[in-house]
């Protein structure tokens, strides 16, 4: 059973900067797709990003492009998204997200199979 925590959040100015982080444990960390997800107060979960078991592929959400970046460290069984030049639009409880499936499904929400707690980002105009 894959175990997913997060760092935690924070508060940033609009323009600013924040790293989140989510280690995984309890299985094979090198073959699972990573992904980050957003859930803003009264809206749906929303696809951020998502990386390939070897991190050669990853695709963003196109609200995200270019600003955000998604990245994994085989050694220490983590994925990290890297936010710039957020934007008050960008505050949302951000989950990241584990997919065992074979085939990728860097989009779909219901295709991931474990979750994390979720962390707080908020960003002040």
């Known amino acids: 059973q894959v175990q997913l925590v997060e760092s935690e959040g924070g508060l940033v100015q609009a323009g600013g900067s924040l790293r989140l982080s989510c280690a995984a444990s309890?299985?094979?960390?090198?073959?699972?797709?990573m992904g980050w997800f957003r859930q803003a107060p009264g809206k749906e979960r929303e696809f951020v990003a998502s990386?390939?078991?070897?991190?050669?592929?990853?695709y963003y959400a196109d609200s995200v492009k270019g600003r955000f970046t998604i990245s994994r460290d085989g050694a220490k069984n983590t994925v990290a998204l890297q936010m710039s030049s957020l934007k008050p639009e960008d505050t949302a409880v951000y989950y990241c997200?584990?997919?065992?499936?074979?085939?990728?499904?860097?989009?779909?929400?219901?295709?991931?199979?474990?979750w994390g707690q979720g962390t707080q980002v908020t960003v002040s105009s």
């Open positions: 997200a584990v997919q065992t499936s074979d085939t990728y499904y860097p989009r779909l929400a219901n295709k991931y199979d474990t």
């Open positions: 990386i390939w078991r070897s991190g050669s592929i990853t």
């Open positions: 309890g299985g094979t960390f090198s073959r699972y797709t």
